[in-house]
């Protein structure tokens, strides 16, 4: 008896962390990927029924859906167009066809093309010949192996190049890093010549793919929806989280009526699925819910001034305290969830960031947003340092150190002042 009752116990604990991880694994979905679940759980259970209340119908077909999908162009399909109008089936076109289909995602082409084309036994001087009609093909700097061979092939393709493919040929560091006064002893140039050159490098891409994407579009369905009634700010579970499930009874119960040992006792493993996920569907809209409130709550300024106010900083330990679970719940709950509103719909994780240090209502992405402001507007001519840029903050009530200043600031993308300079 004592073995029997030790053994039970043991798989009773396995069943509930099976249970509990399927449960985790529902909570953090997001709503593309909670309809896929529920589309793949009901095909495994013939009694669930997934209540699709917010998804398109199938039935309601645009006219616009029937035509053939535009295709999605990437950068090979563009070149192996162009080979396929420009040149007969010959032994180059094959050599440039197989030099394309060894891009980069970027449009470099970094192997060595010896190796590339050793199939064909080329000798130097068609491999020569390839690589200079690659190089002729559009996008401009096809085929390049870095950065400075693209721009070189752009700037070979433009009016008045001179000075920008000298300064990029020979002087690519001293160029790209802004060091004028090097560049100047150097040469017999002008700074104004050289930040000409510059503005010129600045219209080029900045990778010969830059463009062609394989991205689609897609749609949000939020989970939470704000707006106002009466003057009051409502919170409720957005179309994201509107499909729920039922149970066919009627069917259960007549296969029940004259069912085996063995078909009852699949029947009940179904009736048992469909109850563990009708609850943790519950949950899933609960901890949601709860999330939402704690975030309206917090950020209730914010969205009484539809976005102008700024978010106030809010950690995951602080909600995870305040529902009585841990953050790594939290964590879960807001991966991939938007919140709809009348001014926009907005990512659960855009609500969440750290305060600065003593400046508890104060957070680091308003720093940022400041920050980003007061660069931008800046005089280019004399750009701020980021000992100014401490000083500007300090007078709009944000006191961070020097280091977290230029930190911020190359984590927006900024360069230093003297490489912001313009003359």
């Known amino acids: 008896m004592l073995g029997q009752g030790l053994v039970q116990s043991q798989t009773q604990r396995l069943n509930l962390t099976q249970s509990l991880q399927q449960s985790i694994q529902l909570l953090q979905f997001d709503v593309e990927e909670l309809d896929k679940y ?16 917010t998804r398109p119908l199938a039935t309601q ?5 029937q035509l053939p999908a535009p295709k999605k162009y990437s950068l090979v399909d ?6 396929t109008m420009n040149w007969h089936d010959t032994r180059l076109r094959k050599m440039l066809w197989t030099l394309s289909e060894s891009l980069t995602e970027k449009g470099y082409l970094i192997a060595q093309p010896a ?19 690659f190089s002729q093909l559009d996008p401009p700097g096809l085929g390049a192996r870095n950065l400075q061979e693209s721009l070189t092939l752009q700037l070979a393709r433009c009016p008045d190049k001179k000075i920008a493919l000298q300064l990029v040929q020979h002087y690519y560091d001293n160029f790209i890093c802004h060091r004028w006064s090097k560049i100047v002893a150097r040469t017999q140039l002008s700074e104004s010549d050289i930040q000409t050159a510059f503005d010129q490098l600045k219209t080029l891409s900045p990778y010969p793919a830059y463009g062609f994407s394989d991205s689609t579009i897609t749609y949000v369905r939020p989970s939470l929806i704000v707006y106002e009634e009466q003057g009051c700010l409502k919170l409720t579970l957005g179309s994201g989280e509107q499909d729920g499930v039922g149970f066919a009874q009627s069917d259960y119960d007549q296969y029940q009526c004259a069912a085996t040992k063995e078909v009852e006792t699949y029947l009940h493993m179904q009736l048992a699925d469909f109850h563990f996920l009708a609850n943790s569907l519950a949950h899933r809209r609960r901890t949601i ?4 409130q704690v975030i309206l709550q917090r950020q209730t300024n914010f969205f009484e001034t539809q976005g102008r106010a700024q978010i106030k900083p809010l950690l995951l330990q602080e909600v995870a305290q305040q529902l009585n679970v841990h953050p790594s719940t939290i964590s879960r709950a807001i991966r991939g969830k938007y919140l709809q509103t009348s001014f926009g719909n907005y990512a659960l994780k855009q609500f969440f960031g750290r305060s600065l240090p003593q400046q508890q209502e104060i957070s680091t992405n308003d720093v940022k947003k400041v920050l980003a402001r007061l660069i931008q507007e800046e005089d280019a001519k004399n750009p701020y340092t980021d000992r100014q840029l401490v000083e500007l903050l300090k007078d709009k009530g944000f ?5 977290t200043v230029a930190k911020y600031r190359e984590q927006l993308g900024f360069l230093k002042a003297k490489q912001r300079q313009r003359i």
């Open 38 to 53: 529920l589309d793949e759980a009901a095909l495994n259970n013939p009694f669930l029924v997934v209540h699709q209340k």
């Open 61 to 65: 077909v645009d006219f616009f859906e």
């Open 78 to 83: 563009y070149v192996q167009e162009q080979l």
């Open 115 to 133: 190796e590339l084309l050793k199939e064909y036994q080329p000798t130097q001087l068609e491999i020569a010949d390839c690589l200079t009609l």
């Open 289 to 292: 819910l709860r999330i939402g």
């Open 399 to 403: 006191v961070i150190a020097r280091r």
